[in-house]
Every structure is written in structure tokens, then in C-alpha cells.
């Protein structure tokens, strides 16, 4: 069986979400974001330019942006592609050979690829945990909570979060950054998620409280420019002319309009390009000040 192409639906809204029998609330310190499965073989079934990708894509960019600030780690899970049958196992009976032997089909999308600090696991079964170091890899960070966006909702994103459950894992699905093949699936799984396992929450409301509430410190200005100059964190010096770096006006405003909205703050375009140095924004946007 291949997958189904699936036909546009819109995602659920917050006044839509089923009510979750446990109040976990996520903590930064606590948790990683796990992208599941966003590769173009499993994306290209859905209707381009439509709900429910559009919000997927967007939902879950949004959300990397705010770990890397946060701190929070991001892992993705990809399967690979030309899987043997002994490798595949009983997933041939259901869905057929799988992502063909194609570097493109087996790439993460484009708008949500992993950056230089995240980490990429192999995935051979529905949850993630299976036949990964997933599980092992959380433990030794201290980690005891998983963040859960990405396809397919009632497949492996809602397998993942029972599993993270079992291993006593507060697992947190993000209603509009998952997507399914229909409406009905969709939010099937999450209210199954909701009763079993999981706390069901959407991408504004999973960070309340904690983007405005995080000082600007160096290394998270540091992260927010090389995101949106797209160079890695670790190439920018602190004392260096941004400018060198191709950051111009448009983005300068960018970058003012990012910190006003995420962490209230208040600071001039003016103050800014006289001081286009990671140490200068960092004096500058010091809560101290």
C-alpha cells in the first residue's frame, strides 16, 4: 500500500483541542523537541501551498526557533530510503517498500532541516524509540520530556508519545504542528494522545510565559542573527562587524521586531547599526541597562 494523497482540511484550532487529563507543563530545562519524520517522501503526499502543510512547516520552524533560544535540544527522526525487507519487517505488509533508494525523497524539508547543533536519528518502526538511541540519548542529558511535531498524528507521532509514556517520558503533542491523512485522523489521534499519554497543546500556547521571560544574552542574540543571516552561531565572533556578514537594515529590523514581540524589549534601529557587533547589541540589550 503506498500513502494516500491527502487532500487539503484546515488545522485545529486552539478552541478545538480535547481537554488533557494531566496539567504537565513544559519546561525548557526538561524537554527536546522531537521533528518526526517531516521528509519530503512522507510531505510530497499532501497538497502544496495548503492546510494543513502550510501550518505544519510553519508551526514547526517557529518552534526550532524558540529551542534554539530556549535552549531546548531539537532531534529529528528519518527513516532511511531502499530498506531491505528483513529491514522494513512488517511494515511491507502495510505500506508497501517505503521511501525509495532517493537522497532527495529522504531529506528533511527544507524549511524545517536540522542546523549544526541538532541531531539526526535513524528510524525503523513506527515510535521512535524503537531501534534508536533515543531513549538512551535523553537520559544522558537529563532529559524527561518530549516535544512532539511532525507526521504522521496517528501513526508514529501518536505511537512516540505512548512509548515516551512507558519509559515514564512527559510527552507534549503539538496539535497544529502535526499533520495526517485526514480531519478525522488527525484528531482522532490527538484526543486519544490527550486520554492515554500525552498533553495535547498548540505552538502558542506550549512556550507561554518562557519566550518574553528569557534574558537576551549574548548566545541567544548570537543564535538569532546567525538564523537570520543563516550562518552557523559558532562562525560569528563576538567583536566582528555584522555588517562583513551581510546583515543590513531590513534585517537590523528583523531582528527589532523579533525582540520586541518575544522579549518585550525596547531598543532603538539607530542605537543598534551604530553598534553592529554581538558584544555592542549584547551591552545595549543588557537587562542591567
Known amino acids: 500500500m503506498a500513502l494516500p494523497k491527502i487532500a487539503p482540511y484546515p488545522m485545529p484550532g ?3 483541542l480535547p481537554t488533557n487529563r494531566v496539567d504537565w507543563v513544559v519546561d525548557p530545562a526538561r524537554a527536546v ?3 518526526h519524520d517531516l521528509q519530503n517522501y512522507f510531505l510530497s503526499a499532501f497538497t502544496p501551498d495548503a492546510s494543513p502543510v502550510t501550518e505544519l512547516l510553519a508551526n514547526v520552524a517557529r518552534l526550532k526557533d524558540d529551542c534554539g533560544r530556549l535552549g531546548v535540544p531539537v532531534v529529528y527522526s528519518a527513516q532511511p530510503g531502499g530498506q531491505t525487507a528483513e529491514q522494513r519487517g512488517l511494515q511491507k505488509d502495510f ?3 517505503g521511501l525509495p533508494d532517493d537522497p532527495h525523497e529522504a531529506a528533511i524539508a527544507p524549511a524545517v532541516a536540522p542546523g549544526p547543533a ?3 536519528l535513524t528510524k525503523w518502526k513506527y515510535s521512535a524509540f524503537v531501534r534508536t538511541e533515543l531513549g538512551e540519548w535523553m537520559r544522558e542529558l537529563g ?3 518530549l516535544v512532539l511535531v511532525g507526521v504522521y498524528a496517528h501513526i508514529g507521532v501518536m505511537t512516540t508519545a ?4 512507558m519509559q515514564d517520558i512527559q510527552a507534549f503533542v503539538v496539535a497544529d504542528a502535526v499533520a495526517d491523512f485526514t480531519s478525522d485522523n488527525h484528531r482522532m489521534a490527538l484526543r486519544w494522545a490527550a486520554a492515554n499519554c500525552a498533553v495535547v497543546t498548540d505552538t502558542e500556547s506550549l512556550f507561554t510565559g518562557k519566550r518574553t521571560d528569557m534574558a537576551l ?3 541567544v542574540i548570537r543564535t538569532d542573527v546567525a538564523d537570520i543571516l543563516g550562518e552557523d552561531p559558532a562562525d560569528i565572533p563576538d567583536d566582528e562587524n555584522l555588517v562583513d556578514y551581510g546583515l543590513d537594515s531590513v534585517r537590523v529590523m528583523a531582528l527589532v521586531e523579533r525582540w520586541t514581540r518575544e522579549h518585550g524589549v525596547t531598543v532603538d534601529f539607530a542605537d543598534l547599526a551604530e553598534r553592529p557587533t554581538l558584544e555592542g ?3 545595549l540589550l543588557s537587562p542591567e541597562r
Do not use: H, N
Request: aromatic share 12%.
Open 33 to 35: 523537541l522531537l521533528v
Open 118 to 120: 541538532d541531531t539526526v
Open 162 to 165: 505512548c512509548d515516551a509514556w
Open 14 to 16: 486552539p478552541t478545538e
Open 95 to 97: 505500506w508497501g517498500p
Open 143 to 145: 532529559r524527561d520530556q
Open 281 to 283: 547589541w549584547a551591552e
Open 217 to 219: 544574552t549574548l548566545e
